[in-house]
């Protein structure tokens, strides 16, 4: 043959194609675009040297793992659409008196100029964006914007051997592909007899029933620490429930509503629901992949948003106050901890660095575990990790005054209380060890503030009692019952001052050194917060969630939309030869675009809206799951979702709109 | 009375997207048919058989000329009436049967009526006289992968016939089938004429064409001849076709 024919044939291949090459090509660009971006972040040293960038930089690492594997798999599964069209064409090549081998070379020019203009491109895409993401993500991490313009050899290297593999890889399975065709088959590949899709009964049982146990799960679960066990379980169950929910309930349906004899046989449904059940067969493991898919970006991108805009708050619940020291109190030793001492101490500290205090807080705390049942706590839970026990806290009537300006005037057995689970209780029993306590309920608080350092993992249970005998009467219950493993007392601080940041570290870090002197008695530990530091942690774990979860979210958005983009054009493709048919009988085109347009509206958009439901269903677990994080804002992660939910519809209305457009342009062709 | 079917000086020019070239389909075709005629119109590849018949079916319409259906010109009909004139008043034979692959037998025979918004009960009315006179009640249920080409040809027939059309227009009805279905057809066809309804046969097998009462000739965009059967038999008539088209032939050539 001659020698210049393959590359001009197969760079006609690709322009005469072009309504599926383009995509795949874009799908390359965008794809080693993002890879370079976040390899070029992960292996930037000026990132490394800022505060919080082990984080960073461990969420880059994961970045880069993902999109690698998504990469990988996407590029493969696009490709093999590409094939399946080219079919028809490359046969007749071969009948046409090309050899195999011919094709063959064509095929490898083709991955050629595939793998130049993607990789160039998008190498040149993630130079030009690196810029600019770098800015946002420092923007989000509260970094201070370093100037210049880099461009990674690392980087560049890393997309160059990593796409060039795929490319390769998919070349192979094409070369296979062509290998194993005989062509007579190949020109007959889609005008093959479809076989109606089976009823499949017990798959759709299935379907219902792990989808009602996984919601089930989703709404019952009571606290954080159980969400985390069993997140898992729940979106396993999901994610089957899904499967079969688009491959056999939905032809279970189908076909009920095909039994209908009345309604079967008006115009609008007749095309409608059989076109259906013929798409849903051949599409339903797609639709399936589609909606978890689109469920993990809704998830993802609306959990880390709402993480990060409420990381101020986050860090407002962990560190109340610029400098926050925490003292655990052994109080039964006789040489005690002196409270006023230390605080003087601690005043001193902020006067020798100049600073002014402007508000300080003081309040003490005692917090335990301990077994739940009806209306009474308990210290019995040798056998371990259960699901029915909960956290309870103790704070003076006094203590709470301060932090809320609460006054009350309790006896000696009244409480405040608040608890998710004990709201309608009057009464409650505290068992603990060798003492019994009777508390009545004199006010059910509708919320309470943060104390000390704890999360609301499990359930918890704060309880505002007389004074610090009461405290003390507790804390010896608890001991008696746990012995060495029972908690202390807990004197917490909340200062503010008007020092710089820097210097509130190097006030915390002199406070942190007092634990060397005695002055403080038999203390256990000496823990200072500040909330410069933990500011910057916060905004650095938050903010790399939050880049993290926006760039997978749009390279698995454009996934979906691709896939979908694909399924309805090749689709369209092989409704042609129907429709023209269905015109021939006497449908009027109005119709056919009625109907074309109702069937690829619910293509497109069922997977969204089944999407949608499991995120609704989610949303109580994701509320428990987040507040692991300090994060109890619930109204902001719903405000997070929606607007997710709805940013993703608006995306998906543009591509199908998009599509709906190039589907109607092939059928009425 | 006036005929059903009156074609007068049709012509059909195809030209090039760009204007470029004329392609000139059909000259200048006038013919008619009455109700209760069974014609075949009969010509090489190329004389302009498909246009014609496009024309007549109202998929496509004529650089002029005109065509009457019952005295109504189907040029001029609008646009979005098209489709519910042609699945009224004409039905469709195709040589590649067009069956929708993702309906029963059933459906397929019920989708004109389904288009045209008739009830489930007179459909099932329609469908059983017509289905035992086909001999298709059996394989109802079944899918078109499961049925042999002359049932899937017998349930376009039904198709066809389920609207009470005023006219069958058939384009090579025969075309994909073996010789034996094809004999099947033709004996319907004639069947189902001598039962009133009109036909109008496109083909080009001489032995389909010997079965109609009457057969016309195109040749180069006009309709060049015609015979009728009269008392003749079958065999009789398949040999006056194939002589005429021998003529046509040769005839042809010293013309041009």
Known sequence: MRKGLFPSLAWQNIRKNSKFYLPYILTVIGTVAGFYIVNAIASDEGVLRLRGAAYVKLMMFLGIIIIGIFSVIFLLYTNSFLMKRRKKELALYNMLGMEKRHIAGILCYESLYVALIGIAGGLLCGILLHKLITLALFKLLRFDVPFGFTISTVAIKASVILFTSIIVITLLFNLVGIRRAKPIELLKSSSAGEREPKSKWILALIGVLSLGAGYYIALTTKSAIRALTIYFLAVFLVIIGTYCLFTAISIVVLKQLRRNKKLYYKTKYFIGISGMLYRMKRNAVGLANICILSTMVLVMVSGTLSLYLGTEDMIDRFCPGQIVPQITINSESKNGFQKDIMIEKIKDIIEKNDGKITQFEDYTYLAFVAGKGENYYHTNIENGFNADFAQLCFITQEDFRKVTGKETNLEENEILFFSDTMKDKENIRIETGDYTFDFTIVEHLKSFPSVGNLTAIVDTGYAVVKDEQVLRALYKGQKSAYGEKASGLEWVAIIDTDLKEDDQIKCAREIGNLSQEDVMGDYKGLLVNTRAENSADFYATSGGFLFLGLFLGFLFNMATVLIIYYKQISEGYEDKARFEIMQKVGLPKKEIRCSVSMQILIVFFAPLAVAAIHVAFDFKLMVKLLSLFYLTDNRLTMLCTFGTLLGFAVIYGIVYWLTARTYYKIVSA | ?256
């Open chain 2, 1 to 256: 009375m006036m005929p059903l079917l009156e074609v007068k000086n049709l012509k059909k020019i195809y030209t090039t997207r760009f204007g470029g070239n004329h392609v000139q389909a059909l000259t200048d075709v006038s013919f008619s048919v009455d109700a209760g005629e069974y014609v075949s119109i009969m010509g090489e590849s190329g004389s302009g058989k498909t246009t014609l018949l496009n024309i007549l079916a109202a998929l496509d319409k004529p650089t002029s000329g005109d065509v009457l259906l019952s005295g109504k010109d189907m040029t001029k009909i609008k646009d979005k009436d098209i489709s519910a004139f042609r699945r009224d008043n004409i039905g469709f034979v195709f040589q590649d049967f067009n069956l929708l692959d993702n309906f029963s037998i059933k459906d397929n025979i019920f989708l004109p009526l389904v288009l045209a918004g008739k009830n489930y009960k007179e459909m099932e009315q329609r469908i059983k006289p017509l289905s035992e006179k086909l001999g298709i009640t059996d394989i109802l249920n079944k899918y078109p992968y499961e049925v042999s080409g002359g049932q899937k040809q017998r349930t376009a027939v039904c198709r066809a016939l389920i609207t009470n059309p005023q006219i069958i227009l058939a384009d090579e009805p025969t075309g994909a089938l073996d010789s034996k279905s094809t004999d099947q057809l033709l004996h319907l066809f004639g069947k189902i004429n001598e039962d009133g309804q009109t036909i109008l046969m496109v083909t080009h097998s001489v032995k389909a064409a010997s079965h109609a009462k009457r057969v016309l000739f195109i040749k180069d965009g006009v309709v060049y001849h015609q015979i009728y059967r009269g008392n003749c038999s079958y065999d009789e008539m398949y040999q006056k076709i194939s002589d005429t088209l021998t003529l046509l032939t040769t005839g042809g050539d010293k013309n041009a």
